[in-house]
T-cell receptor, first 113, second 111 residues
Framework: DVKVTQSSRYLVKRTGEKVFLECVQD?????MFWYRQDPGLGLRLIYF???????EKGDIPEGYSVSREKKERFSLILESASTNQTSMYLC????????????FGPGTRLTVL | GQNIDQPTEMTATEGAIVQINCTYQ??????LFWYQQHAGEAPTFLSY????GLEEKGRFSSFLSRSKGYSYLLLKELQMKDSASYLC????????????FGRGTQLTVWP
């Protein structure tokens, strides 16, 4: 059974803290994605990676960075958390090149105070 | 741009049929996906269309017209558990598997 896991379901951080969100998939997928989801705005892509050490900016990369040192793990980093980064963060993975499906993790609800 | 339009909200009653529409920009189109997302949960894959026509999977069907930039998700014999957000997502060109998501349609099924 396919599995994408995220390190936390709920996280509360303070403004200015450095925040790490971890995502691990066990399907040997090349592609991995980080989204944030906000009411009325839908899913917006922050960053994605199509191979180890490779990354591409999505639509809203400002304030975020990513790391992909191993194929199965894709980390999202908030260098200095701000209140406007309070959101639901979803990780997904898929097989290239004509991937027919993205598999999503359960999400991390991040609150920045 | 990659505009994807779908209604914000829909309501229906148990046992009924509902059709959720999605329109998108046709240039470079390379596949359309429907996902279901229950409140507080991750999206789960429902269907994939890349050729014109209807794909049926149990109570759910998805239709695509590439020339019109139009798709719909048809849900039959609605059940309370079908209350969820339905996301339309499009892949354009060879965008390394990247999908662009619409804002979702919140479906409420009433008894």
């Amino acid at each position: 059974d396919v599995k994408v896991t995220q390190s936390s379901r709920y996280l509360v951080k303070r403004t200015g803290e450095k925040v790490f969100l971890e995502c691990v998939q066990d399907m040997d997928h090349e592609n991995m994605f980080w989204y944030r989801q906000d009411p009325g705005l839908g899913l917006r892509l922050i960053y994605f990676s199509y191979d180890v050490k490779m990354k591409e900016k999505g639509d809203i990369p400002e304030g975020y960075s990513v790391s992909r040192e191993k194929k199965e793990r894709f980390s999202l980093i908030l260098e200095s958390a701000s209140t406007n980064q309070t959101s639901m963060y979803l990780c997904a993975s898929s097989l290239p090149p004509r991937a027919n499906e993205q598999f999503f993790g359960p999400g991390t609800r991040l609150t920045v105070l | 741009g990659q505009n994807i339009d779908q209604p914000t909200e829909m309501t229906a009653t148990e046992g009924a049929i509902v059709q959720i529409n999605c329109t998108y920009q046709t240039s470079g189109f390379n596949g359309l996906f429907w996902y279901q997302q229950h409140a507080g949960e991750a999206p789960t894959f429902l269907s994939y269309n890349v050729l014109d026509g209807l794909e049926e999977k149990g109570r759910f069907s998805s239709f695509l017209s590439r020339s019109k930039g139009y798709s719909y998700l048809l849900l039959k014999e609605l059940q309370m558990k079908d209350s969820a957000s339905y996301l339309c997502a499009v892949r354009w060109g060879s965008t390394l598997g990247r999908l662009y998501f619409g804002r979702g349609t919140q479906l409420t099924v009433w008894p």
